[in-house]
């Protein structure tokens, strides 16, 4: 098992910025990347006021908020990643978009790195295919959001070695999660069973077999949820739950993953959910 000093995260939106916040928090050094300043800024911003929330809650001191700030170092120079034991990808779901990222970690990061993605859907095995180590390639998939969440899908590729995941597998136990080892299969667990869900209570404001809110009421006062499927949409992202529907349904080649029509006319519309302030509910 390889010793973990340091974490280097690539992208600072919502997961990117939630991962660096719980690596920082628990001790290591973390490198986070972006392309764009502004997306940095805004990572760091939103970690501050996650801790301030933490510090509220009595869960950190706020000299345990200084040393996790200090511990970040946001740069928009990849070649940052090159001082990282571990390397955590964590930019929008597309596999192209995945695959030219693990191209250039590949490149840049030192022999030794794990090189690790956050997917929600897309298969290990792929993206360990763009790489020349793919025994040192393999799936952490986080839960949003990411500070509050203890599960981490750890997810094997056909080439990922036992010693790869072992480390992945300290990895998240040392960032205070419990990691659950799933197969490189579309949508792996989580989202195998959770986005037919959310597709299905689409599917049921659409046909009009019930309001947005009765489905929601339902959801959470008949089968217990903490959240109703079309509030977890918008929180999820509804471009990304369409994404994640699309790879269920070519991975899978099953109708039953079909996204329903109101999903994509609704991401058409640029109607994405709390990221964009409309999406099933008005924030």
Same mark, same amino acid.
């Given at each position: @098992?390889?010793? %973990?000093?340091?974490? $280097?995260? !690539?992208? =600072?939106?919502?997961?990117?910025?939630?991962?660096?916040?719980?690596? #920082?928090?628990?001790?290591?050094?973390?490198?986070?990347?972006?392309?764009?300043?502004?997306?940095?800024?805004?990572?760091?911003?939103?970690?501050?006021?996650?801790?301030?929330?933490?510090?509220?809650?009595?869960?950190?001191?706020?000299?345990?908020?200084?040393?996790?700030?200090?511990?970040?170092?946001?740069?928009?120079?990849?070649?940052?990643?090159?001082?990282?034991?571990?390397?955590?990808?964590?930019?929008?779901?597309?596999?192209?978009?995945?695959?030219?990222?693990?191209?250039? @970690?590949?490149? %840049?990061?030192?022999? $030794?790195? !794990?090189? =690790?993605?956050?997917?929600?859907?897309?298969?290990?095995?792929?993206? #360990?295919?763009?790489?020349?180590?793919?025994?040192?390639?393999?799936?952490?998939?986080?839960?949003?959001?990411?500070?509050?969440?203890?599960?981490?899908?750890?997810?094997?590729?056909?080439?990922?070695?036992?010693?790869?995941?072992?480390?992945?597998?300290?990895?998240?136990?040392?960032?205070?999660?419990?990691?659950?080892?799933?197969?490189?299969?579309?949508?792996?667990?989580?989202?195998?069973?959770?986005?037919?869900?959310?597709?299905?209570?689409?599917?049921?404001?659409?046909?009009?077999?019930?309001?947005?809110?009765?489905?929601?009421? !339902?959801?959470?006062?008949?089968?217990?949820?903490?959240?109703?499927?079309?509030?977890?949409?918008?929180?999820?992202?509804?471009?990304?739950?369409?994404?994640?529907?699309?790879?269920?349904?070519?991975?899978?080649?099953?109708?039953?993953?079909?996204?329903?029509?109101?999903?994509?006319?609704?991401?058409?519309?640029?109607?994405?959910?709390?990221?964009?302030?409309?999406?099933?509910?008005?924030?």
């Amino acid at each position: @098992m390889v010793a %973990i000093h340091s974490v $280097g995260v !690539i992208g =600072a939106g919502t997961m990117g910025n939630g991962i660096a916040h719980v690596a #920082a928090r628990s001790g290591f050094k973390v490198i986070l990347h972006d392309v764009e300043q502004a997306s940095l800024d805004r990572a760091i911003s939103t970690i501050t006021k996650n801790l301030d929330r933490e510090i509220a809650k009595g869960k950190i001191s706020v000299d345990d908020k200084s040393s996790a700030l200090s511990r970040i170092t946001p740069t928009v120079q990849n070649a940052a990643i090159v001082e990282v034991d571990f390397i955590i990808e964590a930019v929008i779901e597309d596999f192209g978009t995945k695959s030219k990222v693990f191209q250039a @970690m590949d490149q %840049i990061a030192r022999p $030794g790195a !794990i090189l =690790a993605s956050n997917t929600s859907s897309i298969s290990i095995t792929k993206l #360990a295919s763009r790489t020349k180590r793919a025994d040192k390639v393999i799936g952490m998939h986080f839960m949003n959001p990411v500070p509050m969440m203890p599960l981490v899908e750890i997810v094997k590729g056909l080439a990922t070695s036992d010693e790869t995941y072992q480390t992945t597998k300290q990895l998240a136990a040392s960032l205070g999660k419990t990691p659950v080892e799933v197969n490189d299969f579309p949508g792996f667990v989580s989202n195998r069973v959770l986005m037919p869900m959310i597709n299905e209570a689409i599917y049921c404001v659409m046909e009009g077999v019930g309001t947005v809110e009765a489905v929601d009421s !339902i959801m959470k006062l008949g089968m217990n949820h903490p959240m109703g499927p079309l509030s977890l949409a918008d929180l999820i992202g509804l471009d990304v739950c369409l994404d994640i529907m699309e790879v269920l349904h070519s991975g899978l080649g099953d109708s039953k993953y079909r996204p329903c029509p109101l999903l994509r006319k609704m991401v058409d519309a640029g109607l994405l959910g709390r990221k964009s302030g409309h999406g099933f509910y008005k924030y």
